[in-house]
């Protein structure tokens, strides 16, 4: 089978993404995921992502993991976007399901807002947060970020702390009262990514929450580029949270699987 794909990156998260409304893509075949997105033997991305259609929404988009494992990407489902105003699918705003159901989008020029899943439960211990944003995120201040082994540290802590499900690791440092580096340790790929959305996401709002800034409106720094996340803070729940960044087109071409 020759198999059309694209790829997107959005602030270098990247991803093969697959029109796949007519039923093309053997979505059962783990093997084949994981050699689409090794670097080496295939195209390479962190993810692969399927746009197929949807009876609730504008598109349905089904996200694997580089290890075929499934969850919620921010920067995946940003991309996807991009990719189904490509196709013409969508015009500048968008409702599309998702694994964790349905989000809203709006998309001008290469900037995508994706408004993610509300926050109500966050938990505070003395050295890390915890809270899920679509994926579980564990988020911890760093003194001296530039000089953490992310993959070997954040293997530790997601598979010593949270076992075999684990946990994405967030490592932060502050730039001042509004703004703040960061980099993860995603579970699926089982190394540091270039960044990662639902990671940015669960650091501004743990940011907020543990009270190191005031502001709805976040910046976060990451390896690949700059994303922000504004929100509303009512009673400990965050809502109307929206991921906000670039997303890109990269490349298109066949494979033969």
Do not use: W
């Not at 929404?57 to 490509?86: E, P, T």
């Not at 989008?105 to 890390?128: F, H, Q, R, W």
Request: glycine content about 10%; charged content about 20%; some cysteine.
């Amino acid at each position: 089978m020759i198999l059309q794909f694209f790829k997107y990156q959005g602030t270098g998260n990247d991803f093969v993404i697959i029109d796949n409304r007519h039923n093309v893509f053997p979505k059962n075949d783990t093997k084949l995921i994981v050699r689409l997105c090794d670097r080496r033997f295939g195209i390479g991305a962190d993810g692969l992502i399927l746009i197929e259609n949807d009876e609730k929404s504008d598109f349905n988009m089904i996200y694997y993991n580089s290890d075929a494992s499934q969850s919620l990407c921010g920067n995946g489902g940003r991309c996807a976007v991009a990719f189904a105003h490509y196709l013409e699918m969508i015009g500048n705003e968008t409702t599309f399901n998702a694994i964790d159901g349905l989000h809203y989008a709006t998309i001008e020029g290469s900037e995508v807002n994706l408004k993610m899943g509300n926050v109500d439960e966050i938990k505070e211990k003395p050295t890390y947060t915890f809270l899920n944003t679509g994926s579980p995120h564990h988020v911890q201040m760093v003194d001296n970020l530039e000089e953490v082994d992310v993959k070997i540290v954040g293997a530790k802590l997601r598979y010593g702390m949270y076992g075999q499900s684990g946990s994405n690791i967030n490592f932060v440092s502050q730039i001042d009262d509004d703004s703040f580096n960061a980099r993860t340790y995603e579970r699926g790929v089982e190394d540091e990514t270039l960044s990662c959305g639902t990671g940015v996401t669960a650091v501004a709002i743990a940011m907020h929450k543990m009270g190191k800034t005031k502001s709805d409106l976040v910046k976060i720094n990451m390896p690949g580029g700059n994303l922000s996340v504004s929100f509303e803070q009512q009673n400990g729940s965050y809502t109307n949270i929206f991921l906000k960044g670039p997303a890109k087109q990269v490349y298109k071409g066949e494979i033969e699987c």
